[in-house]
T-cell receptor, first 115, second 115 residues
Framework: QKEVEQNSGPLSVPEGAIASLNCTYS??????FFWYRQYSGKSPELIMS????GDKEDGRFTAQLNKASQYVSLLIRDSQPSDSATYLC???????????????FGKGTLLTVNP | GAVVSQHPSWVICKSGTSVKIECRSL??????MFWYRQFPKQSLMLMAT?????????EQGVEKDKFLINHASLTLSTLTVTSAHPEDSSFYIC???????????FGSGTRLTVV
């Protein structure tokens, strides 16, 4: 089983709609979860971080975490064409040595917001 | 705050030559630096973790003699791709943990093309 899994998409939504992005992870001990946005040819930029079960809202973005289900999601409300990008789910997972964490990325979901 | 400056942003080199990529933490001390590689339409794959003053830890399958990492100071980590081949062509990104705030800050990435 892959450590962090996302639907690769592509996901296409009309402008103004809600985009829903999902991610599951394998390590039950993970404590830190991140959503990054990556435009083509650019480095990832942090959208949201979440550490506790439940919802966390920041403007048009809401991250949801369910540790029992090992599931984290990102909702984008009132989607804009400028939101079109690849969204990467990242989870801190214990490294094989057991003493450190490493940030592990999913494959990413390509989102297209149509005007 | 917590800015990582990465250079060069792109480089083209001949097969068999070596290329050095630098990541500098500008406004904080980075005791740890993560090095990722991203192939087209793929996710970020962790190559190695460098720690200031000690040997880097490489992920399984990454050749430590080919990808030389040096982290000699708290503000500079370098990745040298030795004897580069066309299959090493990729997007290389460094990342450092943010102090206190949690999360990670990323360099702007280096597009390496080996011809």
């Amino acid at each position: 089983q892959k450590e962090v899994e996302q639907n690769s998409g592509p996901l296409s939504v009309p402008e103004g709609a809600i985009a829903s992005l999902n991610c599951t992870y394998s390590d039950r001990g993970s404590q830190s979860f991140f959503w990054y946005r990556q435009y083509s040819g650019k480095s990832p930029e942090l959208i949201m971080s979440i550490y506790s079960n439940g919802d966390k809202e920041d403007g048009r973005f809401t991250a949801q975490l369910n540790k029992a289900s090992q599931y984290v999601s990102l909702l984008i409300r009132d989607s804009q064409p400028s939101d079109s990008a690849t969204y990467l789910c990242a989870v801190n997972i214990v490294s094989s040595g057991g003493s450190n964490y490493k940030l592990t990325f999913g494959k990413g979901t390509l989102l297209t917001v149509n005007p | 705050g917590a800015v990582v400056s990465q250079h060069p942003s792109w480089v083209i080199c001949k097969s068999g030559t070596s290329v050095k990529i630098e990541c500098r933490s500008l406004d904080f001390q980075a005791t740890t630096m993560f090095w990722y590689r991203q192939f087209p339409k793929q996710s970020l794959m962790l190559m190695a973790t460098s720690n200031e003053g000690s040997k880097a830890t490489y992920e399984q399958g990454v050749e430590k003699d080919k990808f030389l990492i040096n982290h000699a100071s708290l503000t500079l980590s370098t990745l040298t791709v030795t004897s580069a081949h066309p299959e090493d062509s990729s997007f290389y990104i460094c990342s450092a943990p943010k102090q206190g705030a949690g999360g990670y800050t990323f360099g702007s990435g280096t597009r390496l093309t080996v011809v």
